[in-house]
């Protein structure tokens, strides 16, 4: 029982320097065992050895840029009752949410068996999931990326003919691996464009901005220890402009500290409050 992947690495001739090629392979390998072993065993594995349950097998490659198939399979009965009952698509569409939240980027929308399955995971293992994989299963599945400065993209393969792009990364996305924090505070005019009512974790617009940003709540202001009042107004934001253009959107004013990269690229809002709380 698998299911199955490629990778696809930018080329200008077909071919792709073999250190950094099996070191991305590497990556995409350590990031897929990671999160489908969380979301089948309910825990983190601190360590991929060829005994566990749930291991990735090479397939054939292919002609493109440069790309190599894998497929995600599993060796336990009770792990693929549990894979059976979640389904592909929703576990790969929680790599793609796990992957993209670990480097601070837009994801695909979850189905509601992929937002069924996150929330029984639990906000704990979900952070736990994220800081595993910025540790190093990411770092490698950056190496083309930043020895060659090619794009690389994980794609889930739903047939021989269809293929949905579950992460895209560069040397941008490799930035975000080590943040810096910014404590100085800022006004910020945004809507909520996507919030984890679990993790308190999602994404706004800026004003006037075209791009979603990520936010979240720093450590001691953690989202659960919020004010019912205080959520309501995220939640309340984001459902009021659901389905309105963004120039009818409803904004709020916030406080907030920043996540930067070594460039001072902003990649992550930190709440500190609202303007009349």
């Known amino acids: 029982m698998s299911i199955n992947f490629d990778v696809v690495m930018e080329s200008d001739d077909y071919s792709v320097d073999m250190n950094s090629g099996l070191e991305t392979l590497r990556g995409a390998s350590e990031a897929s065992r990671q999160i489908a072993t969380t979301i089948l065993e309910e825990r983190v594995p601190q360590k991929l050895s060829s005994e566990s349950k749930v291991r990735t097998n ?113 040397r941008a996305t490799h930035a975000t691996l080590k943040p810096k924090t910014d404590r100085e505070k800022l006004k910020i005019i945004a809507s909520i464009t996507r919030l984890n009512i679990n993790t308190g974790n999602g994404r706004l617009l800026i004003q006037d901005e075209d791009e979603t940003i990520a936010f979240g709540f720093p450590a001691q202001k953690h989202y659960r220890h919020l004010q019912f009042s205080a959520k309501q107004k995220f939640s309340d934001n984001l459902h009021t402009n659901n389905g309105k253009p963004t120039d009818k959107w409803q904004t709020l004013t916030l406080t907030a500290h920043t996540q930067r990269t070594n460039s001072g690229h902003i990649i992550k809002y930190l709440i500190e409050g609202f303007d009349d709380a």
């Open 58 to 170: 090479l397939r054939k490659t292919f002609k493109g840029s440069f790309g190599q198939e894998f497929s995600l399979d599993f060796y336990d009965e009770k792990i693929k009752k549990r894979f059976r009952a979640i389904g592909k698509k929703a576990i790969a569409e929680l790599i793609s949410y796990f992957i993209n939240e670990a480097l601070f980027q837009e994801s695909l929308r979850l189905s509601k068996k992929a937002e069924s399955t996150l929330k029984n995971l639990g906000k704990d293992l979900e952070q736990e999931l994220i800081k595993q994989l910025q540790k190093s299963s990411l770092d490698h599945l950056h190496s083309v990326s930043n020895n060659f400065n090619k794009d690389v993209k994980l794609r889930f393969r739903e047939s021989r003919v269809k293929q949905t792009t579950l992460a895209k990364v560069d």
